[in-house]
């Protein structure tokens, strides 16, 4: 470090980055005690959504409701500021459930920017944190461009697609961060210096286009749900006038466009090094690689309610403006639209989450922690959670706490960090329900009976939500007990089956029993169950799930129990596994460097054979014989 900078504060947690790790994560450990800095390039990125201005989806509402049952604040902020709401995958059962809302992107920023600038023990800067302090292996602060220090205890990176930033239109590459924005240079090269490897993923966005020049008669208009499921768990009820995205297709045409110039795009030209998401091609990816689809389909979707873009969701490319032009106009309903910005692609630079502890530190820099898509993940849910369990493990850290980690069968979160920290990932990661074994428990709809009391007791989940959560446990599992012990006679129930299209009782049955059967929900049982309690549709949704999935949801609690016994089998840090006869040299040099934590971990590295676990577990009972 120059001595000739000049030191402008001390803080416990500096996050470097505002975007949707980094807010989590700064908010976290302000939340929890710790003197927080928040540092973004430029405040207009804070919360910023480059990509799609949406929150949710498949597998990720998973995500934001844990996220909000754990104290963070996309959830809240979604709330605040949809403009669309739906429930997706709604045909199937509640495990795949999942919530999805559209977003004033504008209004998204400005209220988390709000809430941020509101929050106690946290001060936000504009500034360009060029380089880490690292003494003797632990860091001790950062540099920034402006010649000035800032000392702390820990620092997470949440740098986003920032860190050298490149984008590709057509044959056209310029150094960039997204939408526009400057991107980080200086900092990637020192990171290097100091020992972070890093690597080249990439990613795309769509162009946009004005409302006005689309022609709607020709798309499938899509509405928001009548009935509005918050996402989070302190919102009961949100009433809204929605606004609808619409449904077209891509065509023959359109295909024929784009393969004539294939040659001309930054993806098959060699200029893009950086690896892509496989879950969410370029529209020459998909034409490439899925040729004998006739039709891909798009979504096009509002901006926000004062500005009149629309995103064209589907259609990332890294073809030049002229061919854009030329195959937006081939589809229905864009035959006519007006570009007001172009598809992308940018490539950034990011680590191996190989590198990372569970906790999310880096193994070489002690007190680094690593966010969001810094660490090879994709999507803000991805990036929120991340940050949020950051900024957590900062705070917990540097106040000589037990780190707070969250195991598979836990939450999404726990999956999402234990297949990056110990599965790796070659191509920019994304969260889906089929990630996880124990989906059929990890339903968005009890985030926060899962997670809330774990939150409480690490000082994040704050009194209110901690009562709520309380209230809601009660109120589950004394109507379930009501419903359990209170008996129905054929008589008294048999016309109400028949009505609803139901088989007759032959004997007298519990309203719990009642209620397991498909057509039986908890509403209209009240036909013949006049006296009950007044719940919130949080409590009634989550009381009809663990009456009609008890028998699968016992199940799965087994197969936990057996889960955790490896989970349970520690491993140390300074283990040599060179010295375990028997074991396979592939799993030897995989299990020395990412040193796992548990036997459990160590079944779920790439290249460690169920054989090899076998090994490990005889090593381990003839150490503990000796011992």
């Known amino acids: 470090m120059d001595m000739e900078q000049v030191l402008m504060g001390e803080y416990d947690v500096i996050v470097v980055g505002a975007g949707h790790a980094g807010c989590e994560a700064a908010l976290a450990a302000a939340r929890m005690g710790s003197k927080t800095m928040l540092f973004s390039m430029n405040l207009e990125a804070v919360a910023m959504m480059p990509c ?3 929150i949710g989806g498949t597998g990720k509402g998973h995500l934001v409701r844990e996220i909000d049952a ?21 045909a199937k059962g509640p495990a795949v459930h999942s919530l999805r809302a559209q977003a004033d992107k504008h209004r998204y920023h400005v209220e988390m920017k709000k809430t941020i600038e509101k929050q106690k023990n946290l001060t936000m800067k ?34 986003g697609t920032f860190l050298r930033g490149k984008i590709f239109i057509g044959d056209s590459a310029f150094s960039s961060g997204p939408n526009g924005l400057a991107p980080s240079v200086e900092l990637a090269e020192n990171l290097k210096k100091h020992g972070l490897e890093m690597r080249r993923f990439k990613t795309g966005t769509p162009a946009r286009a004005l409302a006005s020049t689309f022609d709607y008669d020709k798309m499938s208009e899509q509405k928001g749900d ?42 098959f030209g060699g200029q893009i090094e950086g690896i892509g998401p496989r879950y969410c091609p370029s529209i020459e990816d998909k034409i490439n690689r ?61 680590i191996d989450p190989l590198t990372l502890k569970p906790n999310l530190e880096n193994k070489l820099i002690k007190n680094l922690f690593c966010a969001g898509q810094f660490n090879g993940s994709s999507g803000y849910e991805e990036a929120a959670a991340q940050g949020l369990m950051a900024g957590i493990n900062a705070n917990l850290e540097i106040n000589g706490k037990s780190p707070f980690v969250l195991d598979r069968s836990e939450a999404y979160i726990g999956v999402l960090i234990d297949d990056l920290v110990t599965k790796g990932t070659n191509e920019p990661y994304r969260i889906m329900t089929s990630r996880a074994e124990y989906r059929l428990l990890l339903r968005q709809d009890n985030a926060d009976l899962r997670l809330t009391e774990k939150s409480y007791r690490i000082g994040l989940a704050d009194e209110d939500r901690y009562q709520r959560f309380l209230k809601k446990k009660e109120n589950v599992e ?27 009782l032959q004997n007298r049955s519990s309203l ?34 663990q009456i009609k999935y008890e028998g699968y949801i016992k199940k799965q609690l087994n197969q936990i129990d057996r889960f955790k016994k490896l989970e349970n089998k520690g491993l140390s840090a300074d283990m040599d596994y060179s010295l375990i006869e028997g074991l396979r040299i592939e799993a030897m040099q995989k299990l020395n460097q990412i040193k796992p ?31």
Request: glycine share 4%; net charge negative; charged share 25%.
């Open 52 to 54: 799609n201005p949406s």
């Open 70 to 90: 754990l104290g963070g604040e996309m959830g809240k902020n979604i709330d605040k500021t949809f403009i669309q709401s739906r429930m997706l995958n709604t």
């Open 126 to 159: 504009q500034a360009e944190v060029t380089d880490l302090i690292v003494e003797d292996g632990i860091v001790r602060g950062v540099v920034t461009k402006t010649h000035t220090y800032y000392k702390a205890k820990a620092v997470i990176l949440a740098t």
């Open 226 to 267: 009548e009935n509005i499921v918050p996402f989070s768990f302190m919102n009961d009820n949100l009433h809204k006038d929605q606004i609808s995205c619409w449904l077209t297709y891509t065509n023959e045409e359109t295909h024929t466009v784009i393969r004539n110039n294939f040659h001309r795009s930054a993806l």
């Open 290 to 350: 899925f040729s004998d689809k006739k039709r891909h389909q798009l979504f096009v979707e509002p901006e926000g309610l004062d500005t009149e873009e629309m995103y064209i969701q589907g259609m990332s490319s890294s073809l030049p403006e002229d061919v854009q032009e030329e195959f937006y106009h081939t589809i229905p309903g864009l035959e006519n639209i007006v570009i007001t910005r172009p598809a992308y692609a940018i490539e950034y630079d990011c």
């Open 478 to 504: 004394r109507e379930k007990n009501r419903l359990e012990q209170t008996f129905v006679q054929p008589a008294d129930a048999n016309e109400y089956l028949e009505k609803i299209g139901s088989s007759p």
């Open 512 to 545: 719990a029993e009642l209620m397991k059967r498909p057509e039986v929900t908890y509403e209209n049982l009240k036909e013949i169950d006049g006296d009950r309690p007044q719940l919130s549709s949080h409590e009634k949704n989550q009381l009809e799930v």
């Open 597 to 627: 934590a548990s036997v459990g971990q160590a079944s779920r590295i790439s290249g460690v054979s169920p054989a090899d676990i076998n090994v490990l577990l005889i090593y381990l009972e003839k150490q503990r014989r000796k011992r």
